[in-house]
């Protein structure tokens, strides 16, 4: 059984939500302005930041809320929207009844240290 696409948005959605409403907690200075989910169907990352919001969480972020991952796919959309945005690659995913992970290059990883 397949999955509708409305669903599979859904999916995408509720993960974008959740993201921008952990980095919102965690960078109290900023609202729903500098932090939000792009629109469904949008190009480029999935989660729009402010330039202030850049500069404390330097970040192209693709989300991913499947059961299946490509992650070899996955990491190259999200390396080529980082690009276009002057960002370092953040790849976050999750599927059904799981915790949510991150993925970036060890170098970007090491340089967070």
Known sequence: MSISISSRKAKSR???????EI??????QFDSNDIK??????????????????????????AKNQESLSIW??????ETNAKLEKL???????????????????EDFIKLL
């Not at 980095?23 to 109290?28: H, V």
């Not at 059904?96 to 991150?102: E, F, H, T």
Request: with cysteine; glycine share 4%.
């Open 14 to 20: 509720n993960l974008q939500n959740k993201i921008v």
């Open 23 to 28: 980095l919102l907690e965690k960078f109290s």
């Open 37 to 62: 989910p792009a629109i469904m169907g949008e190009s480029g990352v999935d989660i729009k930041l402010s330039n202030p919001a850049r500069k404390e969480f330097p970040f192209a972020i693709e």
């Open 73 to 78: 796919s996955a990491l190259e959309q999200c």
């Open 88 to 106: 370092t690659p953040l790849l976050i995913f999750k599927r059904n009844r799981s915790d949510i992970y991150v993925t970036m290059k060890f």
